[in-house]
């Protein structure tokens, strides 16, 4: 219970923020946002910054922070999105 309260002492109050804590990572929820609009509902950028009434750029950005804290970077003849979505469903941030 004391774990429960703490959580939302820092204001996580979402089952993936929650889970985001639990492997370590930190992760703002605005970053749980795009992936989750990304890859749970097959959203572009240019409609993810619609839907979150930010800028393409600002997806961009928040792109680049969640590949970061994923520890992935562009590789040669890898798709750094495919890569972002695997990593990001292996530490359970997205379903």
Not at 13 to 27: P, R
Not at 56 to 63: N, P
Request: proline fraction near 2%; hydrophobic fraction near 40%.
């Amino acid at each position: 219970m004391l774990n429960r309260v703490d959580l939302a002492l820092r204001g996580l109050s979402h089952t993936k923020d929650i889970k985001a804590v639990q492997t370590g990572l930190e992760v703002k929820p605005e970053w749980l946002t795009v992936l989750s609009l990304a890859f749970e509902e097959g959203l572009q950028d240019k409609a993810i910054a619609q839907r979150m009434y930010v800028s393409e750029r600002m997806v961009r950005h928040y792109w680049t922070k969640v590949q970061d804290v994923l520890g992935l970077y562009p590789e040669e003849g890898k798709n750094i999105r495919i890569q972002t979505e695997m990593k990001a469903r292996e530490e359970g941030l997205i379903d």
